[in-house]
């Protein structure tokens, strides 16, 4: 019996018009439209961990972008918006969430943070120039600013 047991559903900004787009017994939450409006990004545990996955906007050609072993979480898209950010752990480290990049198919998937504890959320500014993330890298909760404009590429 699945825990959390969350669907993803759209609707109008009236209210109506509600349609379900996943649906499965286990966690489906925390989605993020594509930029150009035609996938949803989301954090599923159906295949025994949390992986980001994308459908397209009408919920089919569901893909799990990470299959990963390893845990990954929320979803932010770079300022060019054609690669994502996620969260994930390390396989020697799988408590720990750090911070990769990848295009948004999945592939070139590089790791572009090492704190030694767990990052959390993921947020860009509104000219997409910087990116800030809250994490402890020194034993405290603290908000972090960095430049989106040089990330790795693929």
């Known amino acids: 019996m699945a825990i959390y047991n969350f669907d993803i559903f759209t609707m109008n900004s009236d209210g109506s018009d509600v349609r379900q787009m996943t649906r499965d017994p286990e966690y489906d939450a925390e989605p993020v439209w594509s930029p150009d409006g035609k996938r949803i990004f989301f954090i599923s545990g159906r295949e025994g ?15 799990n972008l990470t299959n990963s072993s ?16 996620l969260f994930g752990s390390t396989p020697d480290h799988p408590s720990i969430g750090q911070l990769w990049i990848t295009d948004l198919e999945g592939h070139g ?7 030694k504890e767990k990052i959390y959320r993921i947020d860009f500014s509104p000219d997409k120039k910087r990116y800030a ?8 909760f603290e908000i ?5 404009m040089n990330l790795p590429e693929n």
Do not use: W
């Open 49 to 63: 961990n949390f992986a980001v996955f994308s459908m397209d906007e009408n919920g089919g050609q569901l893909v």
């Open 70 to 85: 390893i845990s990954e979480g929320p979803v932010g898209f770079t300022g060019d918006r054609t690669r994502i950010i």
């Open 133 to 140: 993330f809250s994490g402890k890298r020194e034993g405290n």
């Open 144 to 148: 972090y600013v960095s430049d989106a």
């Open 109 to 115: 998937r590089r790791q572009i943070s090492s704190f």
